[in-house]
């Protein structure tokens, strides 16, 4: 199976600071990349989906780049209400696979 | 609208089996695979395998060979996942969630194993 790598595991930011959260495949996986964003006691929220493409209602501070192996999750200007936990995914293989999760957390 | 309902909790002894339904509505149940994710307290996410909606069949990880069943019923537009042999570290939110992953996730069903 392909083995998703995301750092950091977690980040300590202030309001309105720009983030970078990375994610490595094991293989290339080409653009087949998505992101979600997860809060406690709910189900992960697609963010990002193709590596780059911003879901439907998701702002536009959220952005996606990377192709073949490595990737990038940036959020332009921090949010209180973006503080959580974010995942990549690999949609390459039918046996998708997780990164470790980044947690996100007010300085 | 689109969306993927779950059954509601369970609590389940160690042994036992546990069987999560997904109902599928407003788009075509079997036009895209089925995957089932699991979130132990305080974990990441785990992907536990798919159903292919249309033919029935299956692709599941390799730690859940022998334990997991998934099937299907496409007259009602539900996928199932059951869980057998369960034990402690079973204990977790488990999700459905469709191929088309522009679509939102089931809201989750937690599974509780304790004696």
């Known amino acids: 199976d392909i083995q998703m790598t995301q750092s950091p595991s977690s980040l300590s930011a202030s309001v309105g600071d720009r983030v970078t959260i990375t994610c490595r495949a094991s293989?290339?996986?080409?653009?087949?990349l998505n992101w979600y964003q997860q809060k406690p006691g709910k189900a992960p929220k697609l963010l990002i989906y193709?590596?780059?493409s911003l879901q439907s209602g998701v702002p536009s501070r959220f952005s996606g780049s990377g192709s073949g192996t490595d990737f990038t999750l940036t959020i332009s200007s921090l949010q209180p209400e973006d503080f959580a936990t974010y995942y990549c995914?690999?949609?390459?293989?039918?046996?998708?696979?997780f990164g470790q999760g980044t947690r996100l957390e007010i300085k | 609208q689109v969306q993927l309902v779950q059954s509601g909790a369970e609590v389940k002894k160690p042994g036992a089996s546990v069987k999560v339904s997904c109902k599928a509505s407003?788009?075509?149940?079997?036009?895209?695979?089925m995957h089932w994710v699991r979130q132990a307290p305080g974990q990441g996410l785990e992907w536990m395998g798919w159903?292919?909606?249309?033919?029935?069949?299956?692709n599941y990880a390799q730690k859940f060979q022998g334990r997991v069943t998934m099937t299907r019923d496409t007259s009602i537009s539900t996928a199932y996942m059951e869980l057998s042999r369960l034990r402690s570290d079973d204990t977790a939110v488990y999700y459905c969630?469709?191929?088309?992953?522009?679509?939102?996730w089931g809201q989750g069903t937690l599974v509780t194993v304790s004696s």
């Open positions: 407003g788009y075509t149940f079997t036009g895209y695979y």
């Open positions: 293989q290339s996986i080409s653009s087949y």
């Open positions: 969630a469709s191929e088309k992953w522009e679509l939102p």
């Open positions: 159903i292919n909606p249309n033919s029935g069949g299956t």
């Open positions: 193709a590596a780059s």
């Open positions: 995914q690999q949609s390459y293989s039918t046996r998708i696979t």
